[in-house]
């Protein structure tokens, strides 16, 4: 599963109400950490209810690879820090900053306190995998 999360994919947080988004994450200490902040709605969703439910998933019918990571549990808004957002933030851009959008740039060298900057933290209460792959046959 380790092997699997440190991949470059897309998660997607359910909250309630509901609703769905996708999100870069970066899996470390046993917990899923996405950036967020107040001028995001998963962030006021979570202020209000902390449940959430999270997928990151692959499916590629070419060769029959499927695979699943569900987790759910109560997030946790915490304090963000510079070193983990730009590991976060190499691992879907590369390792060049030059050449990354100037939004994520911000984000590492913003002050976070004064852009109010914040990491969404889940450590799972469930947590699991799933191969369904299969073998393709075209």
């Known amino acids: 599963m380790d092997v699997f999360l440190s991949q470059p994919l897309t998660a997607r947080i359910a909250t309630d109400g509901p609703s769905v988004r996708p999100v870069w ?17 998963l962030f006021h969703r979570v ?17 029959g690879l499927v695979r699943q990571v569900i987790a759910r549990g109560r997030a946790e808004l915490v304090p963000f820090d510079v070193p983990r957002g730009h590991r976060k933030l190499v691992r879907y851009l590369g390792t060049d900053e030059s050449r990354w959008d100037s939004r994520f740039v911000r ?11 914040m990491w969404l933290r889940l450590t799972p209460s469930s947590l699991t995998a799933h191969d369904l792959s299969y073998t393709a046959t075209r």
């Open 25 to 41: 994450f970066l899996w470390e200490e046993s917990a899923f950490w996405v950036l967020t902040g107040p001028w995001t709605k």
């Open 47 to 63: 202020s209000v209810d902390a449940q959430i439910a999270l997928v990151v998933d692959v499916c590629d019918i070419a060769t």
């Open 107 to 117: 984000y590492l060298h913003d002050d976070p306190d004064q852009r109010g900057t």
